[in-house]
């Protein structure tokens, strides 16, 4: 793992569909090299596969992320994805739970969660802009992206039904929008060299202010009650890690931070391919018909 490698995964974070050539004028390298690079952190289990992450809102719900500390087995973890409304799980390297729930009724998608885990160590949740309605043709490109991110655009323009023209067209904007996130699925960020590493940082922080104290660092998730960053971060080495973490704790307005590692991300992929096709279908009504090529 080196400084490009950061780059790579920070590149990916935006969009994982970039081709080897665009991921390589980011990082000037060359596009074999990228496909390169990109195939040894996959071997090394750093980047576990690709995942697509709807914006919750678009259904008309909310993301609130529930935490659990403590030893949980893959098992319990697995069984997570089975109560209503999570959308994934992420089993950490300490063996602590983070849960992604998108709820129409947050109390009650808790209290089942509660049911399976126990009480939770704590809660996140998440504020997003309004959306506008998305077409048929969105819908139908999310609905395929879901089982494979990273597929070629003549099966995505076979399996929708769509022009390439038309998919770029809705796919660019969704991606800008932040509809979607197409985004690697990371392991254990661990190996020789310089080390990458999430960080959880709690408190009313701005943004620049750690950009200026960890160095290298991208904005993963954010939550508004209470005010958390999820981020990806790069060091030197653990001694680094450590100084930053210390130097980040001391900023004006932080109650905490935490290096926190993933052993593996889990997808609730059947239910969110139901929010998704449950939307196809209502354009299945004469008042909803569109055409895909004019949505």
Same mark, same amino acid.
């Not at 999570?86 to 089993?91: D, H, K, T």
């Given at each position: 793992?080196d400084?490009?490698d950061?780059?790579?995964?920070a590149?990916l974070?935006?969009?994982?569909? %970039?081709s080897?050539?665009?991921?390589g004028?980011r990082?000037?390298l060359?596009?074999?090299a ?11 289990n750093i #980047?576990?596969?690709y995942?697509?992450?709807p914006?919750p809102t678009?259904?008309g719900?909310? +993301?609130l !992320?529930?935490?659990?500390q ?6 319990e =973890?697995?069984?997570?994805l089975?109560?209503r $409304?999570?959308?994934? @799980?992420?089993?950490k390297? $300490?063996?602590g739970?983070t849960? %992604?729930l998108?709820?129409? $009724?947050?109390e %009650?998608?808790v ?9 939770p160590?704590?809660?996140? &949740?998440?504020e997003?802009?309004p959306r506008?309605p998305?077409s048929? =043709? +969105?819908?139908? #490109?999310?609905d395929?992206?879901l089982d494979?991110p990273r #597929?070629?655009?003549g099966?995505l323009c076979?399996s929708t039904?769509l022009?390439?023209?038309?998919v770029?067209k809705h796919m660019s904007?969704?991606?800008? +929008?932040e @509809? #979607?996130?197409?985004?690697?699925r990371?392991?254990?960020l ?5 080390? @990458?590493?999430? &960080?959880m940082?709690?408190g009313?922080?701005?943004f ?6 960890l160095?290298?660092v ?17 060091a030197?080495?653990?001694? +680094?890690v450590t100084?930053r973490?210390? %130097?980040?704790?001391k900023l004006?307005?932080?109650r905490?931070?935490? @290096?926190? &590692?993933?052993r593996?991300i889990?997808v ?8 998704i ?5 209502g ?8 055409s !895909?090529?004019?949505a």
């Open positions: 793992m400084s490009k950061f780059k790579l995964l590149a974070h935006e969009n994982a569909r %970039q080897f050539r665009a991921l004028n990082v000037s060359s596009a074999p990228v496909r390169e690079r990109l195939q040894a952190l996959e071997k090394s #980047i576990q596969g995942w697509v992450t914006d678009i259904f719900r909310e +993301d !992320l529930v935490f659990y403590g030893e949980r087995t893959r098992e =973890a697995v069984n997570t089975t109560v $409304d999570v959308a994934f @799980v992420a089993w390297i $300490d063996g739970l849960v %992604q998108w709820p129409l $009724d947050r %009650q998608s209290k089942e969660l509660t049911r399976k885990l126990g009480e160590s704590g809660q996140a &949740l998440a997003h802009p506008l998305l048929l =043709a +969105d819908w139908r #490109i999310i395929v992206l494979n #597929i070629e655009l099966r076979k039904g022009s390439p023209k038309t770029r904007i969704m991606i800008r +929008d @509809v #979607i996130y197409i985004t690697p990371l392991g254990t661990s190996g020789s060299g310089e080390l @990458v590493y999430h &960080l940082a709690d009313k922080v701005a620049s202010e750690l950009l200026r104290v160095g290298d991208v904005l993963v998730n954010e939550t508004k009650e209470p005010p958390m960053k999820y981020l990806l971060c790069r030197h080495d653990l001694a +680094d100084d973490t210390a %130097q980040a704790s004006p307005g932080m905490s931070v935490k @290096v926190t &590692l993933n593996e889990l609730a992929t059947e239910f969110v391919h139901s929010l096709r449950a939307r196809i279908e354009f299945a009504q004469p008042s909803n018909f569109r !895909l090529e004019k």
